[in-house]
Structures are given as C-alpha cells and as structure tokens.
C-alpha cells in the first residue's frame, strides 16, 4: 500500500470552518491528500430507519427480520479526484438519484485502498457533544477533524487516512463504550467494507444538510 502521508492543512479548497456543509468538508478532506485517485459516492432513498419504526426494545425484539435487512444503494458513482473536487452540490443534486452521501472507501494512485476516518453518532441520552469531541480523540490521538450535527444527531470526519486494518479497528473502537453509536450502524458498515456520511437532504426525512460546530 501507498506510504499515507500527513494532511496538508493549509488547504488550497478550504480551511475547515464553522458551519461549513458536508459536502465542503469532504473536499477539503480530498484535497488535503493528494495521494487519492477516486471518490466514491452513492445514492439513496430517504425513509424512516428501522431504529425510528421499533420505537421500544419488545418491538424491536419481534422484528429480527426487520433488523436484518439492510437497503442497498440505487446508485453507486466512483468519481476521479478532479472531478469531485470541481464538482459543486448543485450539480451532485441535480443527478436526482435520491439522498447522496460520501463512502469512507477511496482510491489511492497506486491502486489500493485507503479510508477517510467518518462515524454517525446515534447518542443515547446524556451524552454531550463533550462526550463525543473526548471519545473521538481519545480514538483518533487528536488528529484534526470536524464534528458536524446532521440536523437529528452528529457526523465526524477526520483529516486523515486510514489503512483497510486500520479502519476496521476504528470502526470497533467507536462501539465498544455502547452510548455513542448505534450497532446497526457499525454492522452495516462493517457488512459493506465502508462507511457512509450524507451529504444532501431530503426534505420529507433528512431536511438538514450537516454543517460543522466543532472544528478539532
């Protein structure tokens, strides 16, 4: 695999910043490594999850079949570093494939694979954006990155990447305190061999396009 060389934090995209969107950060993220080749996004509908349908843990016990199931992306786009980074959000809309999101899973120039450090918070009550800024360093040995609300809960990016290894181990990592992160999440990622952050909205289900509240 290619050596993983440090970020370059002076970005010629952006700087993180406060309120910056998702899809802003995702390509200061790209730009900081000029080692990645491809991008790759997916498409999906927006519905409520089951987590939101099996309110309480009895229903969500009669529902194992439910809980199994994972719905599959309608689209599935592997974009070249240029042209992602030329890309704006208008244009990834106006592809009108559902809801897109960002996969952790990247490209790099000499073919293999590499993962940009991402994670959706699904916290149970009483855990603090505190909480989760101590868990995601304690994580990341405080490497940069953002924390972003997504309208209902929280995404983190880091700037930063990760061996296919050392992805799994982090993934691991971010469920084992069993407040911050929904399990479903983590087995679905872990199932696919990447993870997904949004980067649009959807205005029935998913009317808040993340932006960042917390840079690190």
């Not at 809801?99 to 490209?107: A, N, R």
């Amino acid at each position: 695999m290619e050596k993983l060389v440090k970020p370059n934090l002076v970005s010629t995209y952006k700087k993180f910043k406060l309120k910056q969107i998702s899809f802003d950060i995702a390509k200061t993220i790209v730009e900081s490594h000029p080692q990645i080749n491809q991008v790759q996004l997916i498409a999906h509908s927006a519905q409520i999850n089951w987590r939101q349908l099996q309110s309480t843990n009895q229903s969500k016990s009669k529902d194992i079949l439910g809980a199994l199931h994972q719905e599959r992306p309608n689209t599935i786009l592997l974009t070249e570093r240029s042209d992602f980074l030329n890309m704006s959000i208008d244009e990834l809309v106006g592809l009108n494939h559902g809801v897109w999101s960002i996969t952790s899973k990247v490209v790099l120039r000499d073919d293999s694979i590499a993962h940009l450090p991402m994670m959706n918070f699904h916290p149970e009550d009483g855990v603090t954006i505190e909480d989760i800024e101590a868990l995601i360093k304690a994580i990341s040995g405080n490497k940069p990155g953002v924390i972003l609300s997504s309208g209902r809960y929280f995404h983190y990016y880091g700037n930063y990447l990760l061996s296919p290894s050392e992805w799994k181990s982090f993934m691991s990592k971010f469920l084992m305190p069993c407040v911050f992160v929904s399990p479903r999440y983590i087995g679905h990622r872990l199932q696919d061999s990447y993870a997904t952050l949004r980067l649009t909205s959807d205005a029935r289900f998913k009317p808040t396009i993340p932006y960042a509240i917390k840079l690190l």
